[in-house]
């Protein structure tokens, strides 16, 4: 786990470099000294949408304004400009600097779920390495975990649901896959695991319908009536059921 978290923050902070290097930093029409004229502009810029120049508003603020009580609401609105422009690496990046730099920030606990969020939209289809699928599953659990009575924790749980849905979806199709290629084995080894690991998911009834079929393949007819009443116990008002009965009936 301290492995993968490493590699999750090189990541985005190497591709945060890479992108922010592109970009310029000198383009802000902020010329007060005064913090609070200077943040009520960028919010200006940001309340309408303009959110390049409100990047350049904020990110100036960060630098010419690093000690002053504006400095967290500067840092959150710039990670929010750039998750609003679906810059998720970026803001992703930006998001991390307010819960390292401003621990005690009233920003801190919708900045962790928008942490979450941008893992979540970087999530890919499901055919494609779910990295950033796992990470957002790790900051929205992090997020419940930290903020139990939080307004988005029903969402953030709801979010969870659908991307672990994902992963189990995922390792159907290659358990899929090896049934079409004969190998048997395989689909079994890939059905079993989301039984383990995605019990509670859309696509476990499905998966122990799949091990049923591949244990029959393999002419493992004792293993697989263990499977069928296992499927009955488990999964009564699944769609599958009827298949599963009659397949009971023909063993």
């Known amino acids: 786990m301290k492995k993968i978290k490493t590699a999750k923050y090189l990541a985005i902070m190497l591709a945060a470099l890479f992108i922010f290097s592109c970009g310029s930093s000198d383009k802000s029409d902020i010329k007060t000294d005064d913090p609070e004229k200077a943040i009520n502009i960028a919010m200006k810029n940001y309340d309408k949408k303009d959110y390049l120049q409100a990047i350049e508003d904020f990110s100036l603020i ?10 967290d ?3 959150y ?4 400009c750039y998750y609003n422009r679906q810059e998720y690496i970026l803001a992703a990046s930006e998001f991390e600097n307010l819960l390292k730099n401003f621990s005690s920030s009233i920003y801190v606990v919708q900045g962790r779920f928008q942490l979450a969020m941008c893992y979540y939209g970087m999530s890919p289809d499901f055919s494609l390495d779910q990295t950033y699928t796992k990470f957002a599953i790790t900051e929205f659990q992090n997020f419940i975990e930290l903020f139990p009575n939080d307004k988005n924790v029903a969402e953030a749980e709801s979010k969870i649901k659908e991307l ?3 992963l189990a979806y995922k390792q159907l199709k290659s358990a899929d896959l090896y049934m079409v290629m004969d190998n048997y084995k395989a689909a079994i080894f890939y059905y079993e695991s989301i039984l383990q690991d995605y019990f509670e998911t859309d696509w476990a ?37 009827g298949k599963v009965e009659s397949i009971k009936k023909n063993i």
């Open 205 to 241: 009834d499905d998966a122990l319908y799949g091990k049923i079929q591949a244990l029959l393949k393999k002419k493992k007819n004792d293993d697989a009536k263990k499977e069928i009443d296992r499927f009955e116990k488990k999964f009564p008002k699944s769609s599958l059921i």
């Open 73 to 75: 609401k500067a840092q």
């Open 77 to 80: 609105y710039l990670a929010m």
């Open 62 to 71: 960060k630098i010419k304004f690093s000690g002053t009580s504006i400095a």
């Open 164 to 166: 672990r849905n994902k």
